[in-house]
């Protein structure tokens, strides 16, 4: 055997092609090296080219058998201790014996377990190493033996122990004195007795292999053993016993992650739709409702996106274990585990959740869960260094009264949470037939929204920004408007946060933002007074790497003067990432465009950090425009903000004024411009045209 110590050079000899083609692939990921044969007698001619650690050889091959294969090799000088590993079919007792017979090491049954067959090599080379540097001692024959990884019981056909050996490395602590002369039911087979007998007697009638699988308490502990046992002699019987309690654990845990989910540990999409199939089948014959809890957490992409995924999966972990602890008491809950406490609840992905309610007598009493998990869920998550609040949206579905299959019922709990944010987020809702309408209303817009670019459905309107002390026009915003061919003038709430949820903002807004320059230029050309054209930039268009080179071809295509260009963000949008926001502003404004933030005073607004950004306009929220003369404290905040923004030398620009005692409370404290229904709405450009042409030639509203 040529040893190679880093890794085994395994051969397959083996007639089908995808059998070796899927053994090499295995292999290979585990870093083991193999070479093939497609017969016994080409096996041969490799086998002594290559000499490899570690030889697979399917019984039945063309030319030259297995059997006869493992014959030849071991005839060979260099193949004498080569372990050889028979393929064979999982019935086939007979190949397995008359593999043991010509010398083959172990084998393994068809199909092969190809998530084990790697460990399984690379145990077997182990062995075979020690085999090795066994045999170049003078104990060659007992250290050999003693490197066979099985335990083995010497029997006489009455089923006495005769004889023992355990492996060198075994975890176990029996000695051969504790054990000889017991019947080995009392020491293997304890929890079937009867059973192992009568295997037994059947490998000492027809001289057939038993193989099976049981568990032991040996040493004090109870594992999982594999068992084979061969007829030795006429009248005994050899037992060999290895302890694969890692195998069936691997093997458990395969199975624990086919149907969990692996971050949170309750049940996947899969299994959930499993039992609630089968619960409604059991209400079905024995009468009773069941409910769907359907949960989803409101907002949870600002934390991934402020916080990072890590702490947004230590969230969705904290929120599985609320759920759990709300689920406890009397609820009537179905048990994922007959006997065992713990609701049924699933993570479907992302941030939804559903539980299953089962025999609940009342609809109330999922109203009540619900309530308590929205409860449970209002409290603060402590996570790492951060304290994190965060609320959900729930929807309930109720069996039989809002379908009769898992699909169905999922699909209206489902409904049921999206009524459930429109109303304001942080409650629950019951589904009722109106909400499909609404979810299928919601699936035509955006259908819809997706073809309207393509189609040309899109307009903008404008609504001008006026100088509080000429009344002059200095400046409109472009604002979008979507003509549907069925639907007529859909508003913009209706389809700009659907836009943003499904990415379809960032070509929207490219287009905009192409549209509003080659208007404005088009004015120029039609000898209109200056004006600045400001366009709306959403957060997810602020953070594609392509903003700054998108905003240069508008410019370029369009022949616009930057410097007539004025973008609006959001605070949102630049402290996502500082760093990187201001880098962005910075590249914009080399190009002479100015910068405006939008909505001020409404997210983090403070003059620290207000002063590290390239800013040129800041524009108060309507929300304070509205309580001027109203509310003392609009009024504060209002003041608050012109003075800081005079303080940096920027602009500031009132929206949503209204009444002419809103635009005297700003003209009179310094706001530079205003906006609103008080001068004009968003409007066509045909009808900005026509307020230039005007006699007052630009100014409206006049005072």
């Not at 699988?213 to 040996?218: D, G, P, Y």
């Not at 429109?422 to 209303?441: H, K, L, V």
């Not at 088009?522 to 959403?538: C, Y």
């Not at 607004?605 to 509205?626: A, N, T």
Request: a negative charge.
């Amino acid at each position: 055997m040529t040893t190679h110590f880093e890794a085994p050079l395994v051969m397959i000899a083996d007639d089908d092609r995808m059998v070796r083609f899927m053994v090499s692939q295995m292999l290979g990921k585990d870093g083991i090296a193999v070479c093939e044969a497609e017969n016994g007698r080409e096996a041969v001619g490799v086998f002594r080219e290559h000499r490899p650690d570690i030889v697979l050889l399917d019984v039945m091959m063309p030319e030259q058998d297995g059997f006869t294969t493992c014959e030849v090799l071991r005839s060979l000088p260099e193949g004498e201790h080569v372990p050889v590993i028979m393929v064979t079919g999982l019935e086939d007792v007979e190949s397995i014996r008359k593999a043991y017979e010509v010398g083959a090491t172990d084998f393994i049954t068809k199909p092969i377990n190809w998530v084990i067959l790697g460990q399984r090599i690379r145990y077997m080379w182990r062995v075979s190493l020690m085999s090795h540097r066994l045999r170049e001692s003078e104990e060659n024959k007992r250290a050999l033996l003693d490197a066979i990884p099985d335990m083995m019981f010497k029997l006489h056909e009455d089923g006495t122990i005769m004889d023992f050996k355990a492996p060198n490395d075994s975890r176990l602590s029996l000695s051969s004195w504790e054990i000889i002369g017991k019947p080995v039911n009392e020491v293997l087979f304890m929890e079937a007795p009867q059973q192992a007998g009568a295997r037994i007697s059947r490998v000492l009638e027809n001289g057939s292999t038993q193989i099976f699988e049981h568990r032991s308490q040996l040493g004090g502990e109870w594992r999982h053993y594999e068992s084979r046992i061969v007829r030795s002699g006429d009248r005994g019987a050899l037992a060999m016993v290895r302890d694969v309690t890692e195998r069936k654990e691997a093997d458990e845990q395969i199975v624990h992650l086919a149907y969990h989910d692996n971050l949170t540990g309750l049940l996947n999409r899969h299994r959930f739709r499993e039992h609630l199939s089968q619960a409604i089948s059991h209400a079905e014959r024995y009468g009773g409702l069941l409910a769907v809890l359907f949960l989803d957490l409101d907002r949870f992409k600002r934390i991934n996106d402020t916080l990072g995924h890590n702490t947004g999966d230590l969230l969705l972990q904290s929120v599985a274990e609320r759920l759990q602890e709300s689920a406890r008491g009397k609820d009537f809950f179905a048990k994922t585990n007959p006997g065992q406490g713990g609701s049924l609840m699933s993570r479907l992905g992302g941030d939804e959740f559903v539980v299953l309610l089962t025999e609940i007598d009342h609809i109330q009493d999922a109203a009540k869960v619900a309530r308590r998990i929205l409860d449970s869920l209002s409290r603060p998550f402590q996570l790492s260094e951060h304290e994190i609040f965060i609320s959900a949206s729930l929807g309930i579905a109720i069996y039989p009264a809002d379908g009769q299959d898992a699909d169905t019922i999922i699909k209206n709990a489902d409904a049921a949470m999206y009524c459930a944010k429109d109303q304001g987020r942080n409650n629950f809702q019951f589904y009722t037939e109106s909400m499909n309408a609404a979810a299928f209303e919601r699936l035509s817009i955006e259908n819809s929204l997706r073809k309207a670019l393509h189609r040309g459905e899109f307009c903008l309107h404008y609504q001008p920004q006026l100088d509080t002390h000429s009344g002059k026009i200095v400046a409109v915003e472009a604002l979008i408007r979507w003509h549907h061919p069925d639907l007529g003038l859909v508003p913009p709430g209706d389809f700009i946060p659907l836009a943003e949820e499904t990415g379809l903002i960032v070509p929207v807004g490219a287009w905009v933002l192409q549209a509003a320059c080659e208007q404005i230029r088009q004015w120029q050309k039609m000898g209109l007074p200056p004006l600045r054209m400001t366009v709306n930039i959403s957060s997810r268009q602020f953070r594609q790497n392509d903003l700054v080179k998108n905003v240069s071809h508008a410019l370029e295509t369009s022949g616009l003067d930057p410097k007539c260009l004025e973008l609006e963000l959001t605070e949102s949008a630049i402290m996502h990432n500082t760093d990187l926001a201001i880098s962005m502003l910075r590249k914009l404004k080399l190009k002479g465009i100015r910068i405006a933030l939008d909505d001020f005073g409404t997210g983090y607004s403070s003059l620290s950090y207000l002063k590290r950004f390239p800013i040129d306009v800041v524009k108060i929220d309507r929300s304070f425009v509205r309580g001027l003369n109203k509310d003392a404290d609009d009024e504060a905040i209002t003041l608050a903000i012109i003075a800081m923004a005079r303080s940096l030398n920027l602009k500031v620009v009132a929206e949503g004024v209204e009444t002419k005692e809103q635009l005297t409370f700003l003209r009179e404290h310094n706001c530079d411009l205003v906006q609103g229904y008080y001068y004009s709405p968003a409007v066509p450009a045909e009808a900005i045209e026509a307020l230039f042409s005007s006699p007052d030639s630009g100014s409206t509203q006049s005072e």
